[in-house]
């Protein structure tokens, strides 16, 4: 028989950390509990756990410090880690995964909601240590979810200039999946699991096959980077690819009945810090890609403003991409964090030839 995986509890709330260390129990999860971060980091030290749940807000050492100490070690940084936070949920979502956290959850968090992600992150860590284990299907993983372009230039070179962070002009698309959470008070936590990585395979292969680089995973949703030699271009291809992406979804949805998922996404063209890192631990090497800056941060914030069904752009993407798509002028709006309202637009249709 298995055994059972253990979740490490970060909170300095007493009754918040009772409250979960027996809803985990009874799923039949072994838990450990750290009141503050720094005890946190010495239970980690001391023995590794499958998943952290990790506050925020802590005396001596904020959540925050201690994921991106657990996420710059090699040893520590596969560890998924859930971050449970009463802040504002967008810039503390953020925050959280530009740090390295595989899951935001806002307080207070819904039992079943809280089951299903740690279900997702913990079936996912199974998945990546079996594949990272046996040499044969490392390649197989790698070919869906590493960047082509790093595939490339770590066969060739793993030391290769190509591989360090450099300025580059790029299109990036930030893919949410709506009513999750409705869902997952509804829906079996297995079949919800099953379900979203049916949608997930669907949409990979819509990114992939343009050649297009997923930068990472963050619960329900996703970051993806296109590049080109000429900038309109990869701001063309992702306004083909969210298109798309929303009709896939619309597929799915009417499969799957009123158990579908909707999805909302933003896109935002420019200049980005683009680059690869590999990532070592004792479970094997990981090649992360990055795409940080303005770009980034103002794709995900259109990804949040739009509603389910809606793919929203940005200024420079509309300018890049106007006379090949039917846009929407939504207005201009304050987005938070950025000092003058951005122009908004709604991705409608393909541009029909007169």
């Known amino acids: 028989m298995a055994t059972p995986a253990k979740i490490l509890i970060v909170d300095d709330d007493r009754l918040v950390a009772d409250y979960l260390e027996q809803e985990l129990e009874d799923y039949g999860y072994r838990t450990e509990r750290a009141g503050d971060g720094v005890e946190a980091l010495e239970k980690v030290a001391s023995g590794a756990p499958d998943l952290i749940l990790l506050d925020v807000m802590m005396p001596l050492m904020d959540g925050f410090t201690v994921c991106r100490v657990l996420k710059g070690n090699e040893e520590t940084r596969l560890i998924p880690i859930i971050v449970m936070t009463a802040l504002d949920g967008v810039e503390d979502r953020i925050k959280a995964v530009e740090l390295g956290a595989d899951d935001v959850l806002v307080k207070p968090v819904n039992q079943r909601h809280l089951i299903a992600r740690i279900q997702t992150a913990l079936r996912l860590k199974a998945t990546m240590d079996t594949k990272l284990q046996e040499s044969v299907r490392i390649r197989e993983h790698l070919a869906k979810f590493v960047p082509e372009r790093v595939r490339h230039l770590v066969t060739a070179n793993p030391s290769s200039p190509g591989l360090r962070m450099r300025d580059q002009d790029v299109t990036v698309l930030i893919l949410d999946v709506s009513g999750y959470t409705r869902l997952s008070e509804t829906l079996p936590p297995a079949y919800l699991n099953e379900l979203l990585e049916r949608y997930f395979s669907r949409f990979l292969d819509c990114i992939l096959s343009v050649g297009a680089d997923i930068m990472d995973f963050a619960g329900d949703g996703f970051l993806a980077v296109f ?93 890049r991409i106007g006379n090949r798509f039917v846009l929407e002028d939504v207005g201009p709006r304050r987005l938070k964090n950025i000092a003058e309202p951005v122009a908004v637009y709604r991705l409608v249709d393909v541009a029909r030839s007169p």
């Not at 990869?234 to 597929?251: D, P």
């Not at 509603?307 to 752009?313: A, V």
């Open 227 to 319: 590049r080109d030699a000429d900038p309109r271009a990869h701001a063309v291809k992702a306004g083909h690819i969210a298109l798309l992406l929303q009709s896939t979804a619309k597929e799915l949805a009417g499969t799957h009945g009123p158990s579908g998922l909707g999805i909302h996404l933003g896109i935002s063209s420019g200049q980005a810090l683009v680059g690869s890192s590999r990532l070592e631990s004792a479970h094997g090497t990981r090649w992360i890609f990055r795409a940080s800056g303005m770009v980034s941060n103002l794709a995900a914030r259109l990804a949040a403003l739009a509603e389910e069904g809606q793919t929203l752009i940005g200024p420079e993407t509309a300018r």
